[in-house]
């Protein structure tokens, strides 16, 4: 579809007014940062009204399809929004499974009737999607689920526990990766793919405290769970080739995810006024040639992760080691998020010690938070250490370790 | 607070001309400069193939940055990066980035006279070099205390200039000096200097060739003085000419220090498995390639802003991110390259130390990367 340039010029002039004018104030607690965060219930109801806010001005899943609750125009709208949204570290989009993962996967593989059933509600948040993958006993080794499902008649019975569970305490469905058949040559064989409620009976939540003190993640357990066998998605014993395509919809390696934010990530600038406010030696941190020195190195960092995005675009400055740069991308930002966490801290000397609650922590005590929720992407979606080996083996041809 | 960047939108600009000239330049420096081609050519007192040089010449690359009046094919620099980073890469020995990097300083500040005699023959392969480098060996080249006196209606140099780099093969020098008592710059030609003048120096990568230059008893006349009001600004564009071409040489370099671990990683074996299988080696090795990654978008995004006067800031602070950034990652690289080949990365015969010297040399020449982040600094932080 053609974009008028100038079409695009009006839309962000809009956009642009429609957030100076509508931008959430201060609700006066702390929020979370990321969708992985969600830890209380009125941090969860001021987002979803969010989410629905931004949904109804038209402004999210606007180049989904029409027919099924999108907006139907061209992604250059959505990417202005997007980049608004981005630029004036608005809060997140709750709702982020359904919208980058789940709704992008049921859009390009799924029915009629499932795109009629959940597509709409992802967008307006009415129905919270949580994703089932990661296991008690299986981390980063995803294709190893053990969790049963086994077929009786026309439903699957449930069986075994899922961790690490964002959002499941608020979800109505999960996107479920389950064991169908475990008598098969490879452990990718015989898995199954669904698209599960979680109001089925023999369904517990139990909510995990995590690093920070907080709550935000789940395991959740199935016991004898039944689940309609229409909730599977593509054909049964095929479920790994879905969840890889789930992937690729989580790590952007594959576009046509809804919009809107997944997390407000902490940016240097951030880190920078922080630098000028607190006092090294009764002078602003920012004078110290140190200091100065690592502030560049991050700005750099930030700037070097953009600039990769704008390469990939350009093919002729690509297709040497071809997926190196969309590949790097989780890898890159989570550590570097991980690593500015700790520095802002270093910056407030010993109030750094001062945690969440205490008057005297700095910003509410977010940098104290970020640091330790920076591990959520460090670890979840595959650590770190195992993206370097996926980089390693795909990119470079490196034999498997 | 003020965020140098905000502005440029992050894009990068890469013409279709750009696109043909970096495959052109892959293609002939992987054939022309294998590996046994460059250590011959380290062991020869020349240092570079003359019929290569004559070859690059034809294929107009001398002249991608200078304009069509001049003989040259009215591109910029960013088509000059181009070129260098293959030459990088394949270790490509030639007089290229001296020649381009006087050129440049011509552009900048010759007259017209100047410009009508030098650009179209260095066009045509006319090799020419710079005199920027003092003993103080500070990186500033405004930190000038070579002279050029006024004797007899001519000029009469003084001092001493270091790190010459081709000048042997040179037809020409750009000296720079203090020319009462301001930056200036004087070209000095090949007949003009007294024999024993140049004298080579040992240097840290074997595939360059350095000398030391005493100006004392070299005489050139007023007229072969650069115009002395566009000094100042043409010091400075050359410095960040330089350190432009220096980071695509080394992005260059990385690469080819990343294309040799990763062989030796496939193919050697330890307690019966491929060395590369263990993720002590692998994760560095990664951890290369987003270095490398890195750095290349930072030298591409430098190169799309290269001589915007409108950005002036903007590109500055580009050029010495990629600077910085290339020659922190080639460090590394080329420093685990060495490590990663065990025992034989202990060996002259290795060719890891060749990435090493040349990340040695780039990161030392025009820069460190902790002196560029001071640069940084004060444009970013202000």
């Given at each position: 579809?053609?974009?008028?340039?100038?079409?695009?010029?009006?839309?962000?002039?809009?956009?642009?007014?429609?957030?100076?004018?509508?931008?959430?104030?201060?609700?006066?607690?702390?929020?979370?940062?990321?969708?992985?965060?969600?830890?209380?219930?009125?941090?969860?109801?001021?987002?979803?009204?969010?989410?629905?806010?931004?949904?109804?001005?038209?402004?999210?899943?606007?180049?989904?399809?029409?027919?099924?609750?999108?907006?139907?125009?061209?992604?250059?709208?959505?990417?202005?929004?997007?980049?608004?949204?981005?630029?004036?570290?608005?809060?997140?989009?709750?709702?982020?499974?359904?919208?980058?993962?789940?709704?992008?996967?049921?859009?390009?593989?799924?029915?009629?009737?499932?795109?009629?059933?959940?597509?709409?509600?992802?967008?307006?948040?009415?129905?919270?999607?949580?994703?089932?993958?990661?296991?008690?006993?299986?981390?980063?080794?995803?294709?190893?689920?053990?969790?049963?499902?086994?077929?009786?008649?026309?439903?699957?019975?449930?069986?075994?526990?899922?961790?690490?569970?964002?959002?499941?305490?608020?979800?109505?469905?999960?996107?479920?990766?389950?064991?169908?058949?475990?008598?098969?040559?490879?452990?990718?064989?015989?898995?199954?793919?669904?698209?599960?409620?979680?109001?089925?009976?023999?369904?517990?939540?139990?909510?995990?405290?995590?690093?920070?003190?907080?709550?935000?993640?789940?395991?959740?357990?199935?016991?004898?769970?039944?689940?309609?066998?229409?909730?599977?998605?593509?054909?049964?014993?095929?479920?790994?080739?879905?969840?890889?395509?789930?992937?690729?919809?989580?790590?952007?390696?594959?576009?046509?995810?809804?919009?809107?934010?997944?997390?407000?990530?902490?940016?240097?600038?951030?880190?920078?006024?922080?630098?000028r406010t607190v006092k090294r030696g009764g002078r602003p941190a920012i004078e110290d040639a140190h200091i100065r020195d690592q502030l560049v190195r991050f700005l750099m960092e930030e700037k070097g992760m953009r600039l990769n995005g704008a390469r990939a675009k350009i093919k002729p400055l690509a297709s040497e080691r071809p997926?190196?740069?969309?590949?790097?991308?989780?890898?890159?930002?989570?550590?570097?998020?991980?690593?500015?966490?700790?520095?802002?801290?270093?910056?407030?000397?010993?109030?750094?010690?001062?945690?969440?609650?205490d008057p005297e922590a700095a910003d509410r005590g977010r940098w104290q938070r970020g640091l330790f929720n920076a591990f959520s992407a460090t670890i979840g979606g595959g650590t770190s250490e195992i993206q370097k080996n996926i980089i390693g083996e795909r990119v470079l041809g490196l034999p498997k370790s | 607070m003020s965020l140098?960047?905000?502005?440029?939108?992050?894009?990068?600009?890469?013409?279709?001309?750009?696109?043909?000239?970096?495959?052109?330049?892959?293609?002939?420096?992987?054939?022309?400069?294998?590996?046994?081609?460059?250590?011959?050519?380290?062991?020869?007192?020349?240092?570079?193939?003359?019929?290569?040089?004559?070859?690059?010449?034809?294929?107009?690359?001398?002249?991608?940055?200078?304009?069509?009046?001049?003989?040259?094919?009215?591109?910029?620099?960013?088509?000059?990066?181009?070129?260098?980073?293959?030459?990088?890469?394949?270790?490509?020995?030639?007089?290229?980035?001296?020649?381009?990097?006087?050129?440049?300083?011509?552009?900048?500040?010759?007259?017209?006279?100047?410009?009508?005699?030098?650009?179209?023959?260095?066009?045509?392969?006319?090799?020419?070099?710079?005199?920027?480098?003092?003993?103080?060996?500070?990186?500033?080249?405004?930190?000038?205390?070579?002279?050029?006196?006024?004797?007899?209606?001519?000029?009469?140099?003084?001092?001493?200039?270091?790190?010459?780099?081709?000048?042997?093969?040179?037809?020409?020098?750009?000296?720079?000096?203090?020319?009462?008592?301001?930056?200036?710059?004087?070209?000095?030609?090949?007949?003009?200097?007294?024999?024993?003048?140049?004298?080579?120096?040992?240097?840290?990568?074997?595939?360059?060739?350095?000398?030391?230059?005493?100006?004392?008893?070299?005489?050139?006349?007023?007229?072969?003085?650069?115009?002395?009001?566009?000094?100042?600004?043409?010091?400075?564009?050359?410095?960040?000419?330089?350190?432009?071409?220096?980071?695509?040489?080394?992005?260059?370099?990385?690469?080819?220090?990343?294309?040799?671990?990763?062989?030796?990683?496939?193919?050697?074996?330890?307690?019966?498995?491929?060395?590369?299988?263990?993720?002590?080696?692998?994760?560095?090795?990664?951890?290369?390639?987003?270095?490398?990654?890195?750095?290349?978008?930072?030298?591409?995004?430098?190169?799309?802003?290269?001589?915007?006067?409108?950005?002036?800031?903007?590109?500055?602070?580009?050029?010495?991110?990629?600077?910085?950034?290339?020659?922190?990652?080639?460090?590394?690289?080329?420093?685990?390259?060495?490590?990663?080949?065990?025992?034989?990365?202990?060996?002259?015969?290795?060719?890891?130390?060749?990435?090493?010297?040349r990340a040695l040399w780039g990161e030392y020449m025009h820069g460190d990367s902790a002196w560029h982040r001071a640069r940084l600094a004060d444009i970013l932080l202000k």
């Amino acid at each position: 579809m053609a974009v008028d340039k100038e079409e695009l010029q009006e839309f962000q002039k809009e956009v642009k007014a429609w957030f100076d004018a509508n931008a959430p104030k201060d609700p006066g607690f702390l929020l979370p940062q990321s969708f992985m965060e969600v830890g209380t219930d009125k941090q969860f109801h001021f987002l979803r009204d969010w989410q629905r806010e931004v949904y109804e001005a038209g402004y999210l899943g606007m180049a989904w399809p029409e027919d099924y609750g999108g907006g139907g125009k061209p992604q250059p709208f959505q990417d202005i929004v997007n980049r608004e949204m981005a630029k004036r570290s608005l809060p997140f989009m709750v709702n982020i499974i359904g919208l980058s993962w789940a709704g992008p996967l049921i859009l390009n593989m799924g029915t009629e009737a499932q795109k009629r059933a959940y597509i709409k509600n992802i967008l307006s948040a009415e129905d919270i999607w949580c994703q089932g993958f990661s296991e008690p006993d299986h981390g980063s080794d995803l294709a190893n689920a053990q969790l049963r499902a086994k077929k009786t008649g026309d439903h699957y019975l449930l069986n075994g526990s899922k961790i690490w569970t964002t959002l499941a305490h608020v979800a109505k469905y999960m996107i479920l990766l389950a064991r169908t058949d475990s008598q098969t040559n490879t452990k990718y064989e015989g898995l199954s793919f669904f698209l599960a409620p979680m109001d089925a009976p023999g369904i517990e939540i139990a909510p995990i405290r995590k690093l920070t003190g907080e709550y935000g993640f789940n395991q959740v357990f199935f016991a004898d769970s039944p689940l309609p066998a229409d909730c599977l998605m593509g054909e049964e014993g095929e479920g790994w080739m879905v969840a890889v395509k789930t992937l690729q919809f989580e790590r952007g390696a594959e576009g046509g995810q809804a919009g809107g934010t997944s997390m407000v990530r902490t940016s240097v600038g951030e880190v920078v006024a922080l630098a000028r406010t607190v006092k090294r030696g009764g002078r602003p941190a920012i004078e110290d040639a140190h200091i100065r020195d690592q502030l560049v190195r991050f700005l750099m960092e930030e700037k070097g992760m953009r600039l990769n995005g704008a390469r990939a675009k350009i093919k002729p400055l690509a297709s040497e080691r071809p997926g190196s740069l969309l590949m790097s991308v989780k890898l890159l930002e989570s550590e570097f998020q991980r690593r500015l966490g700790a520095f802002a801290l270093s910056l407030q000397g010993m109030n750094a010690a001062y945690y969440m609650g205490d008057p005297e922590a700095a910003d509410r005590g977010r940098w104290q938070r970020g640091l330790f929720n920076a591990f959520s992407a460090t670890i979840g979606g595959g650590t770190s250490e195992i993206q370097k080996n996926i980089i390693g083996e795909r990119v470079l041809g490196l034999p498997k370790s | 607070m003020s965020l140098v960047g905000e502005s440029s939108a992050w894009k990068i600009a890469f013409s279709e001309e750009q696109a043909q000239l970096l495959e052109v330049a892959a293609a002939f420096c992987r054939e022309k400069s294998p590996i046994e081609k460059v250590r011959a050519l380290m062991t020869e007192e020349k240092g570079f193939d003359k019929s290569l040089w004559d070859e690059i010449a034809s294929l107009g690359w001398l002249g991608v940055a200078a304009p069509e009046s001049y003989g040259g094919s009215g591109l910029s620099l960013a088509e000059a990066i181009v070129l260098a980073e293959p030459m990088g890469r394949r270790l490509f020995a030639s007089p290229f980035f001296t020649t381009t990097l006087a050129a440049q300083m011509l552009i900048r500040a010759g007259t017209e006279t100047q410009k009508k005699r030098w650009l179209p023959k260095i066009c045509e392969g006319t090799i020419a070099t710079l005199a920027l480098h003092e003993p103080h060996g500070d990186w500033d080249l405004t930190n000038i205390t070579a002279r050029a006196e006024e004797r007899e209606g001519g000029l009469r140099l003084v001092g001493e200039k270091r790190f010459v780099l081709d000048a042997a093969a040179a037809e020409m020098i750009l000296v720079s000096v203090l020319h009462k008592d301001a930056p200036a710059c004087v070209i000095v030609e090949k007949a003009a200097l007294p024999k024993a003048a140049l004298s080579r120096e040992t240097v840290i990568d074997e595939t360059k060739r350095s000398y030391r230059l005493k100006l004392d008893g070299i005489t050139a006349d007023c007229q072969s003085l650069l115009s002395a009001e566009k000094m100042t600004d043409a010091l400075h564009h050359v410095h960040l000419a330089a350190i432009l071409l220096l980071s695509a040489e080394m992005c260059g370099g990385l690469s080819g220090a990343l294309d040799l671990t990763v062989e030796y990683l496939n193919t050697r074996r330890q307690f019966d498995r491929f060395i590369g299988s263990y993720q002590a080696l692998k994760h560095p090795t990664v951890d290369m390639l987003t270095g490398w990654d890195m750095a290349r978008s930072h030298l591409y995004y430098a190169a799309s802003l290269f001589g915007k006067m409108a950005a002036a800031d903007d590109a500055e602070a580009a050029v010495r991110m990629a600077k910085a950034s290339a020659s922190d990652a080639f460090a590394f690289g080329s420093d685990r390259c060495i490590q990663f080949h065990g025992g034989m990365g202990f060996t002259y015969e290795c060719d890891a130390q060749l990435y090493r010297r040349r990340a040695l040399w780039g990161e030392y020449m025009h820069g460190d990367s902790a002196w560029h982040r001071a640069r940084l600094a004060d444009i970013l932080l202000k």
